[in-house]
């Protein structure tokens, strides 16, 4: 954790459940959240089609509503796609932008997050962009330069002052049990911390810095309490409201 930073948990539901099950899950997290927002906030995303009904479920708790994408522009003939305003006007509050899965099944470049970013900011949405090397890169050593990359050409001028928020998820530790090191993570982190505050001065200082990959209530603890750990980006544990609330309760009280 780092003083001062209000820790975040964020579940990625990704391409899983029906519109039921989304606000059957929305639903258990509710009634779930009261003893942990005291100490955090709590963030799901649910796949576009059920944001209405994890919205509609949650209601007025302390629960914010995220997307996992969004288009670089505001309207026009973009068949297929959502833009930041409609997410606005669907409730959402946050959007999760350059996930590895995107960045690989579409072939999302650091400019094209660059500019999903962009578009989320201008239209008053918290961006949380996701970072993080392939396992390959890890073993060659690159692994904070290829991150350090990603965050220079990934982030936009203004993120930090619109507290954007940074996800690092090594793409070998997502949804395989794996997760690096305590001392790689805190290793990561700090060199994430020097680029943000190296780029955006004071207030990359308050950027919250998310780990995810594996995330469960068994290992939270220990990587919420690392240094510049601010909170977790959850995938598989998110879609079990015990667990996810689970991992929100380890944040330290
Ligand atoms: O966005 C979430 C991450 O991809 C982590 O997924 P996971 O917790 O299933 O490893």
Redesign the pocket.
């Known amino acids: 954790m780092t003083p001062d930073i209000r820790p975040l948990i964020a579940g ?1 539901w990704k391409m899983h459940g029906t519109a039921r099950e989304a606000a059957q899950l929305a639903e258990a997290v509710r009634a779930g959240a009261g003893a942990v927002t005291a100490r955090c906030d709590l963030l799901v995303c649910p796949p576009f089609v059920h944001i209405h009904a994890a919205s509609a479920a949650i209601a007025w708790q302390p629960i914010a509503v995220g997307a996992q994408d969004c288009s670089p522009h505001a309207k026009g003939a973009h068949t297929g796609d959502v833009s930041a305003p409609m997410l606005v006007d669907a409730g959402c509050a946050y959007v999760i932008l350059g ?1 590895s899965e995107r960045r690989a099944d579409h072939g999302e470049t650091d400019a094209q997050v660059r500019a999903k970013t962009e578009a989320a900011i201008a239209a008053g949405l918290i961006p949380v962009v996701c970072v993080g090397e392939s396992e390959a890169q890890r073993d060659a050593g690159e692994a904070e330069s290829v991150v350090a990359a990603q965050l220079a050409g990934s982030l936009p001028d203004g993120f930090a002052a619109a507290k954007g928020v940074v996800a690092y ?1 090594p793409v070998w ?3 395989t049990g794996r997760t690096p090191t305590e001392a790689d993570i805190r290793a990561m982190h700090a060199r994430m911390r020097a680029e943000v505050t190296g780029r955006f001065g004071p207030a990359g200082g308050t950027t919250r810095l998310l780990y ?4 469960k209530p068994s290992n939270a603890a220990a990587i919420l309490a690392l240094p510049d750990v601010d909170g977790a ?5 998110s879609l079990v409201a015990g667990d996810f609330l689970a991992i929100a309760a380890a944040v330290a009280g």
């Not at 980006?233 to 544990?237: N, Q, R, S, Y």
């Open positions: 990625n996930h998820e530790a997502i949804g995810g990959g594996s995330v980006l959850v995938g598989g544990a």
